[in-house]
C-alpha cells in the first residue's frame, strides 16, 4: 500500500460518505482522496493500479446509490479541487469538480449557448461527461470538444470528442478519471439563454419528484420506450420499502423519505426489474451506480 503514504497529503483516513450523495445514504471511506491537480490524480490511479488495487471515482454524488452501515475498503477518489472554469470566447474549460448547475447558470449568464437545455442536470462536470448526461433537449456530449483524462499509466492525456465515443448516457473512454472537459460554444442572448433554461427547469419540476433525495433515473429507457412510463404500466409507483419509495410522481425515480438505507432502494430496484422482465420480458440496464462495500 505505498500510495497511502506516498499520497498521504491528499488523504483523509475515514470519510462519511452520504453528505456526498444526493441520495444521503453510504457508509464511510477507509481511504478518501482527494487530489488538487490532474497530474496527481494521475499518478495516483496509476499507483493503484500497479498494486491491484482497485478504487472507485465519486463525481458529484448524483447518480450513485452508496451501501451505508460499512466502512468501504475500496479507496475513494474525489475531484471537488479540479473545480476552475475558464472561458476564453466561446472556449471553455471546465474542471471535472465544476457543479453542473454551476456551468450552465455561469455560461447562460455569459451569453454563451450549448448548455442550456441541461438545465436541472445534477452533479459534477467529470461524471456528467463520463455518463453523457442530458435529457431531451440534448446531452453533454454534444459540445464537448475534448477531454483532459488521468488515465491508469500515470499520464494525464486529451482526447478529442470523437475518440470519447459518447453515446446515450454513456462513453468509450479508456479506464482513468476524467479531470476536465473543453467545450466549444455558440454566441446567444444571455436573456433568452435563462428564460429557455428557465422553462426546462420547470417542465421537470413538474414531473420529477425534485424535492426529495434520489439519484435520477435509475434505469436507462429502453430502445424506443420509456422506464417511467413502463413502472407506470406495471402497476408500481408509490410502492414502498422501509425509507425508500418508487416516486408517485414519475416511475423511473426512486426516493428516500427520509431514513431509506441502500438494502431499501436496492429491493425496490430488483422488483422493478423482476417485474419488468417477468410481465413484459423487457431488461432494464441502470443507470445509477451501485456501489456495495465489496466486489464492482
Ligand atoms: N411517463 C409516464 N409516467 C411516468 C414517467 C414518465 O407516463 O411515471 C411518460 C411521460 O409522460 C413521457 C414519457 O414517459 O411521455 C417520458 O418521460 P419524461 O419526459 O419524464 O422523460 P424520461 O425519458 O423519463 C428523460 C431522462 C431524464 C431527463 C428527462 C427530461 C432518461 C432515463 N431520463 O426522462 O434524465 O431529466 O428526460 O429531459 O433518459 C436522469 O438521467 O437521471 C434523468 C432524470
Redesign the pocket.
Known amino acids: 500500500m505505498s500510495w497511502r503514504n506516498d499520497f498521504a497529503d491528499i488523504l483523509t483516513e475515514g470519510r462519511d460518505l452520504a453528505p456526498l450523495t444526493y441520495y444521503r445514504i453510504g457508509g464511510s471511506a477507509r481511504w478518501f482522496f482527494e487530489p488538487e491537480d490532474a497530474a496527481t490524480a494521475a499518478r495516483l490511479v496509476a499507483s493503484l493500479v500497479a498494486e491491484g488495487q482497485r478504487y472507485r471515482v465519486l463525481g458529484g454524488g448524483?447518480?450513485v446509490l452508496i451501501e451505508d452501515g460499512v466502512v468501504h475498503e475500496i479507496p475513494f477518489i474525489h475531484l471537488g479541487h479540479l473545480n476552475q472554469l475558464h472561458v476564453d470566447g466561446l472556449d471553455v474549460v471546465a474542471g471535472a469538480g465544476v457543479g453542473f448547475p454551476r456551468l450552465v447558470r455561469d455560461l447562460t449568464a455569459d451569453g454563451l449557448a450549448g448548455c442550456e437545455g441541461l438545465a436541472?442536470?445534477p452533479g459534477h462536470v467529470g461524471g456528467a461527461c463520463a455518463m453523457n448526461?442530458?435529457?431531451?433537449?440534448g446531452e453533454f456530449g454534444d459540445v464537448v470538444e475534448w477531454v483532459e483524462l488521468a488515465s491508469e499509466t500515470g499520464e494525464v492525456i486529451a482526447l478529442g470528442r470523437d475518440e470519447v465515443g459518447f453515446r446515450?448516457?454513456g462513453t468509450s473512454l479508456p479506464p482513468g478519471l476524467v479531470t476536465a472537459v473543453s467545450l466549444r460554444m455558440k454566441r446567444g442572448e444571455a436573456s433568452e439563454l435563462r428564460a429557455f433554461s428557465g422553462r426546462?427547469l420547470k417542465?421537470?419540476a413538474a414531473?420529477?419528484p425534485l424535492r426529495l433525495p434520489s439519484?435520477?433515473?435509475v434505469?436507462?429507457?429502453p430502445q424506443g420506450g420509456?422506464?417511467?412510463?413502463l413502472?407506470?404500466d406495471l402497476g408500481l409507483?408509490g410502492l414502498r420499502a422501509g425509507g425508500a419509495e418508487i416516486?408517485a410522481?414519475?416511475?423511473?425515480?426512486i426516493v428516500n423519505h427520509g431514513d431509506a438505507t441502500f438494502a431499501d432502494v436496492v429491493q425496490l430496484i430488483r422488483h422493478i426489474e423482476a417485474e419488468a422482465l417477468s410481465q413484459r420480458g423487457v431488461t432494464l440496464e441502470r443507470?445509477?451506480r451501485i456501489w456495495p462495500s465489496e466486489g464492482f
Open positions: 448524483a447518480n436541472g442536470v448526461a442530458g435529457g431531451r433537449h446515450y448516457r426546462v417542465e421537470k414531473v420529477q439519484s435520477g433515473c434505469f436507462k429507457n420509456s422506464a417511467g412510463l413502472v407506470e409507483k416516486s410522481l414519475h416511475g423511473n425515480f443507470e445509477m
